[in-house]
Structure formats: structure tokens, C-alpha cells
């Protein structure tokens, strides 16, 4: 048959780079906190994670999804799910290249700092995986609360060795942890389980109930809440007893979800399941709460791996694609867009990166302080962001972008999971008004975090005052969180995913998603706190980027920032300041050829 066309101005595959290396944003970042000795194996990372073969198991992972199964063939009851090989090939790299617990048995300075570029690296080709990954390095702190429990478990759960299978744990060469909190019934409000916990003897217990998400449900061990004699309390919870017997987990069905598809999400029951008492009884949130402290972390990296992904496929696109005589790269229009998807996604790497390197120094007051109130305000901000970033980068690519074979379907499905997950934009809000109106140590190190970058952009300092003026009123009425019950929420779903959070406060409450920084003005008093903790949020969170960006980012960067996020209302992408230099900014995004 004769052809009928030549296949012309189509892009070719962004394969056979290295993701690490070709993201200018993070490579400097690392530069300035992570060790020189970590780089060789990043860019090797890197090299893998963008290779063909590599995004071969992305999409296999993804394409064939986990599959249940309760019984074996004779009817006997065994609760395990099966995973497609490629979703196996992918933990096994992130394993073996310490992005699960290491981090926590090195005494590298800055080994969370290099974990968490690894991370951003490697979830950029698939997000999924990364939940079972993200819950084993979150759960290491919370076991050391009691230092007999974490003998026990911490060396398996640091350990480079990936050894899927449901087996006792001495039989084990490295084992992974999960969390279950939440139910049907409460959701964020964990006070509100249900699940008993009769003591047992020796510390042990038998817990009886229902949970709503449980992800990644073959891991070995899992963190969860239960209601015991002296109240909501933490247990350790293994899938296999040490005399090889299955504890009593019942997978009673895997969640069908939106995205995250390549990781299991069930729904189980808990028939009477030996578990471990992790810290006092009626302290259980108190002694998750470092689990807790840790995904949001992570939530913030995988969402920014997602925005430097998308913007990579769409600056990509971009380069190599020609409409109405035109690279739509050297288009203005284009180029405005693109830009603004770059600096989004600078903004949250830096952002991620600098929350990261404050873990590494856990033992200084300042460092400690910022975490505290960094967290929930980049977790609030950079997840809300990304979805609409991730929409507008499959834009960039037209029909071509809306198809599976792309990738940005997948990238889409993704974008809004780790807002959900660990508690959504109303629970942040939420804690960032009980840091405000309770730790004024962590108030004052956002302060002099921002006013490090003080002095080198009008606009900066304008938004640090007006904000300033807000805080300072609020403090005169008496800012605080509003009364209620302590709650937590519970990952889901996915590296991510989860419960929507009962942030008690609705979204015309709350206000809009735009910052516009320096129009924000109106002080936050004590009964007016709930309704404005989104809008400050937002505001305190994008200072913490600018302060970042205008300190150590080349200048076009920076001055689009604080043009199109302190000095006006940002509200869709590609609405920038004219006059600002969006070709130096589009060509420093744009991965170069393979």
C-alpha cells in the first residue's frame, strides 16, 4: 500500500537523558544542601530514570494494575495482592538507592538532603510507587518512641535490601512500613475510630475494627490507631507474626481510584490482629504524629517531582513542535506560559529542598522551628498549585498531551493526590494557626528565613510587611486556631492519597487559591482566624519561595516570581508581567537533547 503521509514536526521521545542532570533548579539546590559525594550516584539515578527502559515499567506498572486476591485455590484465606513485575523492578531501584529509610541509619551530613533529591528524581517517572517508599521513611521516627520496638524493626526498614513477600521477619532481609488510621466513619477525626484494642499481655493487644484506607497493604508492618482502655493509642502492627503465622488483616477490597493506579489501596478489617503498643495508652496521636510530620514532606516532593516532570514534557514539546510557521517555543504567548510553569516548579524545588536539609539538622533550634511551621505551609501551597500546573503543561501539548501514550494523563490523575493525602488544605490551615497562636519560635524562624532575602527586592520587602501588619494583628486579637478535636489524617491511596480532609471550613470561607500578596491586607483576629488560615497560608508560603528564589536564583527567575506572585493577583498561567525575560527562563527548563 503507498503511503499516504510523511510523519513530520512530531518531537521525539524525551528518552535517554539524565532527569537530575537536566533539571538546573534541583542540581543547584543539591549544590547548596546536600554533599558533593552524593552526585555521581544522582545523575546515574537520573540516567536510569530516563531512560526507555525505565519509562517501559512506568507505564507497565500503571497499565496493569494490583490484583486482589483473599483466597487461595482450596479456599484458604490469604490476603495478598499481586503486583505486575515492572511495579516490582521499580521498588526495587528505589530500595537499593536508599530513598525508603536510609537516610535515617547514615551518618553522612545531609543524607535526607540527598534523599530527597533522589526522590524528586525518581518520582518523576512514576508517582505510585512511591507511597509504600514514603510510609517506611515516615514511620522510623514515629517507632522511636520506643526504642525495644525500633530495635527490632529499624534495621530491617533501613535496609537497601527490597524482599517482597509476606514472611516473618526474621526470615526477612529488608522489610517496608505502612499506616492506617483513618475510618468510615471519622476520617480526619481520628478521635472518632472505632477499632478496640483489648490488651493482650507484654505490650501486645487484639485489635478489632474496620479501616478505611490502608495503602500499600503487603508491606510488613504497619503504624495504626486504635481505642484501648486508656484511649486512641498507636500500635505496631505486623502482617506476619514471628512463628510465620498470618496475622488476622482482612483485605476486604482494593479502593478504585482516580490516579495512583500502579499502588494497592484497600479497604480491611481487623479480626482480632495481634499488634504492639507504640508509646502510652491515650498518647496515640501524639506518638504518630512524627509519621505524620515526615509524609508531608513527601507530599511536597512528590508534588514538586510531578510540576519539574510536566513542565520537562511541555518546555520539550514546545522545542520541538511548529505551528503557523513557528517553533511554538519562540512563541510569546507560549513562552509567557511556559515560563510560568518553570518558575512554579523552581519555586517548590527549592522550597522541597530547603524543608529537606532542615531534617538534617534536627538538633538546631532553628532549623527545627522551621520545619515545624515550613511544612504545612508548603504542603498547603505547592500541592494546591500543582494540579492546575499539570493541567496547563498537558495544554502545552495540544491532543498530543491528552492521549495515554504521552505520560500527562497519568501526570494529571496524579496532580491532586498529595493535597488530599495526610490531611487536605483545611487541615493545614488548620495547624498553621495552632503554630501561630502557640510556637512563636516557629514564627519567628519563617520571619528570618524570608528577611534573609530582605533588602534585595522591593516587592519582597513590601509583602513581608503587609503580612507582617496581618500577623501582628491577629496577635492583638488573639489569634487562634478554633476549638475542636484533635485529628489527623490518614495517607491513602497512593504514595499518596487519602482521605479529603474535614477542615470545617468551607471554600468561600476560606477564599480564593490566588495570592496576590501585598493585597492582602485585612488582619486575623481571634474569630476570623478560621475564615482567613487559607489566604495566610498561601501568603507565608509563597514569601518562603521568594525569599529562596531572589537569594539563589539566576535573576529572570527570581524577578518573574515576585512580579507575578507579591506584586500582582497570579491567577491563570501564562498572565505574566510584560517585560520580563521569558526565553532565558523557558531555555533553562527545557531538558536538553538526549
Known amino acids: 500500500m503507498e503511503a499516504t503521509h510523511e510523519v513530520t514536526n512530531q518531537p521525539p521521545p524525551l528518552t535517554g537523558y539524565d532527569v537530575f542532570g537536566a533539571d538546573a533548579a534541583l542540581v543547584e539546590a543539591f549544590g547548596r544542601h546536600a554533599p558533593a559525594a552524593g552526585r555521581a550516584e544522582l545523575r546515574a539515578l537520573g540516567r536510569l530514570a530516563g531512560s526507555a527502559e525505565a519509562q517501559r515499567w512506568a507505564r507497565e ?12 485455590r482450596y479456599g484458604h484465606r490469604v490476603d495478598e495482592v499481586d503486583f505486575h513485575p515492572s511495579w516490582h523492578r521499580l521498588m526495587a531501584t528505589a530500595v537499593e538507592h536508599g530513598l525508603h529509610a536510609a537516610p535515617w541509619a547514615s551518618p553522612e551530613p545531609g543524607a535526607h538532603a540527598v534523599r530527597a533529591a533522589k526522590f524528586l528524581v525518581w518520582s518523576q517517572l512514576e508517582a ?20 525495644s520496638v525500633a530495635a527490632g ?10 524482599d517482597p513477600g509476606l514472611r516473618p521477619p526474621a526470615a526477612k532481609a529488608g522489610a517496608l512500613a505502612g499506616m492506617a488510621m483513618t475510618e468510615k466513619q471519622g476520617g480526619s477525626d481520628v478521635r472518632a475510630n472505632t477499632t478496640r484494642a483489648e490488651p493482650a499481655g507484654d505490650g501486645w493487644y487484639r485489635l478489632t475494627g474496620h479501616k478505611w484506607f490502608c495503602s500499600a497493604p503487603m508491606n510488613d508492618v504497619f503504624l495504626v490507631l486504635a481505642q484501648a482502655p486508656g484511649g486512641l493509642t498507636c500500635f505496631v502492627l505486623p502482617r506476619v507474626l514471628d512463628d510465620g503465622g498470618r496475622n488476622a488483616v482482612r483485605l476486604q477490597r482494593l479502593k478504585d481510584k482516580l490516579g495512583n493506579r500502579a499502588n494497592a489501596s484497600a479497604e480491611i478489617e481487623l479480626d482480632g490482629a495481634l499488634a504492639q503498643r507504640l508509646g502510652d495508652e491515650g498518647r496515640g496521636v501524639a506518638t504518630i504524629i512524627e509519621m505524620v510530620a515526615a509524609t508531608r514532606l513527601d507530599c511536597v516532593l512528590g508534588s514538586a517531582a510531578l510540576l519539574r516532570r510536566s513542565v520537562a514534557e511541555a518546555t520539550w514539546h514546545a522545542a520541538h513542535r511548529s505551528a503557523f510557521g ?115 519560635d516557629a514564627v519567628a524562624a519563617w520571619r528570618a528565613e524570608v528577611e534573609a532575602a530582605k533588602g534585595h527586592d522591593r516587592r519582597l520587602d513590601d509583602a513581608l510587611a503587609g503580612v507582617t501588619a496581618t500577623l501582628m494583628a491577629g496577635d492583638r486579637g488573639g489569634l487562634r486556631a478554633p ?8 495517607p491513602d491511596g497512593g504514595r499518596r ?50 525569599s529562596l528564589l531572589v537569594r539563589f536564583a539566576p535573576p529572570a527567575v527570581a524577578d518573574a516570581f515576585c512580579a507575578s506572585r507579591l506584586d500582582a493577583r497570579h491567577g491563570v498561567y501564562g498572565a505574566l508581567p510584560a517585560g520580563l525575560d521569558t526565553a532565558a527562563i523557558v531555555d533553562r527548563a527545557t531538558p536538553g537533547a538526549p
Not at 497499565?63 to 486476591?69: E, H, S, Y
Not at 517508599?133 to 526504642?147: G, H, I, K, Q
Not at 529499624?154 to 535490601?161: C, G, K, N, V
Open 153 to 162: 524493626w529499624e534495621p530491617l526498614l533501613t535496609s537497601p535490601a527490597y
Open 326 to 440: 513557528a517553533r511554538l517555543a519562540d512563541s510569546e504567548l507560549m513562552r509567557a506560559v511556559l515560563a510560568d510553569l518553570a518558575v512554579e516548579s523552581e519555586a517548590a524545588t527549592a522550597l522541597a529542598m530547603r524543608l529537606a536539609a532542615s531534617v538534617d539538622a534536627a538538633d538546631d533550634p532553628h532549623e527545627r522551628a522551621l520545619r515545624r511551621i515550613g511544612l504545612p505551609l508548603a504542603k498547603y501551597w505547592v500541592c494546591k498549585r500543582t494540579p492546575g500546573a499539570v493541567a496547563e503543561a498537558l495544554e502545552c501539548l495540544g491532543g498530543n498531551g491528552y492521549v495515554e501514550e504521552s505520560a500527562m494523563p497519568r501526570l494529571y490523575r496524579e496532580a491532586p493526590l498529595n493535597s488530599i493525602w495526610e490531611g487536605a488544605g483545611n487541615i493545614q490551615a488548620l495547624d498553621l494557626l495552632r503554630v501561630l497562636a502557640r510556637e512563636p
Open 483 to 490: 476549638a475542636g478535636r484533635a485529628g489527623a489524617s490518614h
Open 128 to 147: 505510585a510507587h512511591l507511597c509504600p517508599v514514603s510510609m517506611t521513611y515516615a514511620a522510623v521516627p514515629a517507632l522511636r518512641t520506643d526504642a
Open 61 to 72: 506498572a500503571d497499565a496493569n494494575g494490583p490484583v486482589l486476591r483473599t483466597h487461595d
Open 497 to 546: 492519597g487519602g482521605d479529603v480532609g474535614d477542615g470545617r471550613v468551607s471554600a468561600a470561607e476560606a477564599g480564593g487559591a490566588g495570592v496576590g500578596v501585598r493585597t492582602a491586607a485585612a488582619g486575623v483576629d481571634g474569630a476570623g482566624a478560621a475564615g482567613q488560615a487559607r489566604v495566610l497560608a498561601g501568603q507565608m508560603a509563597v514569601l518562603l519561595q521568594a
